[in-house]
T-cell receptor, first 115, second 111 residues
Framework: NAGVTQTPKFQVLKTGQSMTLQCAQDMNHNSMYWYRQDPGMGLRLIYYSASEGTTDKGEVPNGYNVSRLNKREFSLRLESAAPSQTSVYFCASSEALLGDSQPQHFGDGTRLSIL | AQSVSQHNHHVILSEAASLELGCNYSYGGTVNLFWYVQYPGQHLQLLLK????DPLVKGIKGFEAEFIKSKFSFNLRKPSVQWSDTAEYFC?????????WGAGTKLIIKP
């Protein structure tokens, strides 16, 4: 019952460094999402992938890129990390894009600190 | 603009007290509403959802929520809380292609 698996769980970066957050789901879901969670602001959508081969910008895409590698995997890349990207990042998946009102399944999150 | 407002950022209750967490939304389309919970150290998980039909929705662990269309509200309730209900609770409404999230309410239950 792995569900949605994110790696790493914790990471500290220096300003300007790059890194990729990995996400994989084993529920055969079509849609996947990347969120960031900041205190007092709830979750904000960074990018989403409605289905394999497609990606679209969410609410806060600047400074990030994504890759939907296959149906299972959806990675998030920070090319040049900035302190404003210090946050907790969540990956989620759902059977279909939210137009079908599907609930989302979440990973455990990645705590990322940019110094 | 689409938005979700959770009135209380922090709530502290004693065990056996009754709980009501407020959620108001602003969205012009078909309304689908969710409450998610995040227990300490765990991932977000679905507590309950409203799509249509009976506006009183029952979820897991004794939680329920009532959709009041005239008030644009979807408040979460539990008659008697337990220490294990300590968590952060998020209300969300389905938007065009994403969930629109409230800022969350941290609930602390004193034993």
């Amino acid at each position: 019952n792995a569900g949605v698996t994110q790696t790493p769980k914790f990471q500290v970066l220096k300003t300007g460094q790059s890194m990729t957050l990995q996400c994989a789901q084993d529920m055969n879901h079509n849609s996947m999402y990347w969120y960031r969670q900041d205190p007092g602001m709830g979750l904000r959508l960074i990018y989403y992938s409605a289905s394999e081969g497609t990606t679209d910008k969410g609410e806060v895409p600047n400074g990030y890129n994504v890759s939907r590698l296959n149906k299972r995997e959806f990675s998030l890349r920070l090319e040049s990390a900035a302190p404003s990207q210090t946050s907790v990042y969540f990956c989620a998946s759902s059977e279909a894009l939210l137009g079908d009102s599907q609930p989302q399944h979440f990973g455990d999150g990645t705590r990322l600190s940019i110094l | 603009a689409q938005s979700v407002s959770q009135h209380n950022h922090h709530v502290i209750l004693s065990e056996a007290a009754s709980l009501e967490l407020g959620c108001n939304y602003s969205y012009g389309g078909t309304v689908n509403l969710f409450w998610y919970v995040q227990y300490p150290g765990q991932h977000l998980q679905l507590l309950l959802k409203y799509f249509s039909g009976d506006p009183l929705v029952k979820g897991i662990k004794g939680f329920e929520a009532e959709f009041i269309k005239s008030k644009f509200s979807f408040n979460l309730r539990k008659p008697s809380v337990q220490w294990s209900d300590t968590a952060e609770y998020f209300c969300a409404v389905r938007g065009n292609y994403q969930l629109i999230w409230g800022a969350g309410t941290k609930l602390i239950i004193k034993p």
